[in-house]
């Protein structure tokens, strides 16, 4: 990074715009090392969605944060940056006649001498975030300069704000995720290799203390009773833990006790885990599963949802299932649907990718088999 810009100077103002990031106050640190390195007078960072936004947030050193947080300066500033694309730059003279829409608002955060630097560092969608430097000596030798510098850090500015979004999309998406695993109706719990349980929803509380005779839970641990079912959890584990794919099903059945169980096993660490997904439980780099376990019981013919909901199938995937499980043809269910036979060939193929088997056969005996327990 020292030779980026081919000058030093930039490294402690580079740093301070990634440690953003995490600590989005750090930006006053920011807006005070531009102020130093172009000799600006003033500086404020404001981010706004829309002319009307009262929740702007805004940065800054040199202008009262209050003034720069009034409607009618966030509506003066949308105005100016309207037609702007992303890393485009507006310099406005104060001491000239200003648009009347914006005259009034500007001269209140910036007064009537020198001239303004606006750089729009993002834009998209509806939002906008604006830098703006604030000059108090004529010429335009200044804000040249600044653009110059601004221009060199405007990629570090926006990787910094990509990282930032990215971030906030992984917590509302954990927040999400997390929700959906306590509210479930399936039995689920987050566990290691060894059965340690970091998470257990409600649901598989009570399938353990249901079935207290096949599963014990105490003291953050689960204990398999009995041994086929912990065989084939045991496979499972090994089957996520070394080919890395998500969602391991099995069918267990204890013929001595005439017990039947559908167990799924999703990896949640590893190159296409989720464990981003829950936060909260991964303090650590370990190995961790959802392991879900269903008893199961009845012969009733699977319906699409039960399928879609079983198999983590999207909902044609799940009635393509339902189709093939009453016997018709891809070519029937192509005529039927109005698209082609590779159409349902490939819904065909991404439907037995999720459950982790490569022929048909293979998938139709996962469903007869379900449909036969259910």
Not at 220 to 234: I, K, M, S, Y
Not at 354 to 366: A, I, K
């Amino acid at each position: 990074m020292i030779n980026s810009f081919g000058e030093d100077i930039y490294l402690p103002l580079v740093q301070l715009i990634y440690e953003t990031v995490v600590s989005p106050p750090e930006w006053e640190k920011v807006i005070a090392e531009l102020i130093d390195l172009t000799k600006a007078a003033a500086g404020a960072v404001v981010g706004f969605k829309g002319a009307e936004d009262r929740r702007a947030s805004v940065f800054a050193k040199g202008v009262p944060k209050a003034a720069l947080c009034n409607p009618q300066m966030i509506a003066a500033l949308h105005a100016a940056t309207l037609t702007l694309g992303q890393g485009a730059f507006l310099s406005i003279d104060l001491k000239t006649k200003l648009n009347p829409q914006w005259d009034v608002p500007l001269h209140e955060c910036f007064g009537t001498e020198g001239s303004l630097l606006v750089l729009v560092l993002v834009k998209e969608g509806g939002r906008r975030i604006a830098l703006m430097l604030h000059f108090d000596r004529p010429g335009r030798s200044e804000t040249d300069r600044a653009a110059e510098s601004l221009m060199k850090l405007l990629p570090h500015f926006q990787t910094a704000f990509a990282i930032q979004k990215t971030t906030l999309l992984e917590r509302e998406r954990s927040a999400h995720m997390e929700s959906a695993f306590f509210s479930s109706s399936a039995p689920s719990a987050i566990i290691t290799e060894d059965y340690q349980v970091r998470l257990a929803n409600a649901s598989f509380e009570k399938f353990v203390e249901a079935s207290h005779l096949l599963v014990e839970y105490s003291d953050a641990v689960v204990d398999f009773v009995d041994t086929a079912l912990q065989d084939e959890v045991t496979r499972l584990i090994g089957m996520a833990t070394a080919q890395g794919r998500v969602r391991h099903v099995a069918w267990v059945e204890d013929k001595v006790k005439n017990i039947k169980w559908l167990v799924s096993v999703d990896a949640l660490s590893g190159r296409v885990g989720l464990g981003s997904q829950f936060k909260n439980v991964f303090a650590t780099n370990e190995r961790v599963y959802m392991l879900t376990i269903r008893e199961l019981g009845g012969n009733s013919l699977l319906a699409p949802d039960t399928i879609k909901s079983i198999f983590g199938l999207t909902p044609t995937e799940a009635d393509l299932a339902y189709c093939l499980l009453r016997g018709e043809t891809a070519s029937e269910i192509a005529r039927q649907r109005g698209v082609s036979k590779n159409t349902v060939h490939n819904q065909l193929a991404s439907a037995m990718a999720r459950l982790g088997v490569n022929r048909q056969t293979q998938f139709l005996h996962c469903l007869s088999m379900l449909s036969a327990m259910c």
